[in-house]
């Protein structure tokens, strides 16, 4: 049962990331996802999130319009599309699956807005 991010790196205010999670070990279809970020001195807070069948999605004011989740459930994969990305926006980036047997947490990917 894992949650492996990837895609986390250094961004100019103004650009754009594509994180990737990774999951294996579950049923991640069965699986509402959501993308969580801690910046430093900070409490983890919720990005977006995403239900089981990818209709329906749910985004922090903070991101709304610049942010994009989605998922593909063939490749059980959950993705955050980061564009017009701000210094703000610099945390490590986690990614949580919450179902019917398992929360799980993956290990987290940086990431950093400067110019």
């Known amino acids: 049962v894992r949650l492996v991010e990837s895609g986390g790196g250094l961004a100019q205010p103004g650009g754009s990331l594509r994180l990737s999670c990774a999951a294996s070990?579950?049923?991640?279809?069965?699986?509402?996802m959501s993308w969580y970020r801690q910046a430093p001195g900070k409490e983890r807070e919720l990005v977006a999130s995403i239900r089981s069948a990818g209709g329906t999605t749910n985004y922090a004011d903070s991101v709304k319009g610049r942010f994009t989740i989605s998922r593909d459930n063939a490749a059980n994969t959950v993705y955050l599309q980061m564009n017009s990305l701000k210094p703000e926006d610099t945390a490590v980036y986690y990614c949580?699956?919450?179902?019917?047997?398992?929360?799980?947490w993956g290990q987290g990917t940086q990431v950093t807005v400067r110019s």
């Open positions: 070990g579950f049923g991640f279809s069965r699986y509402a």
């Open positions: 949580y699956a919450n179902g019917d047997l398992y929360n799980i």
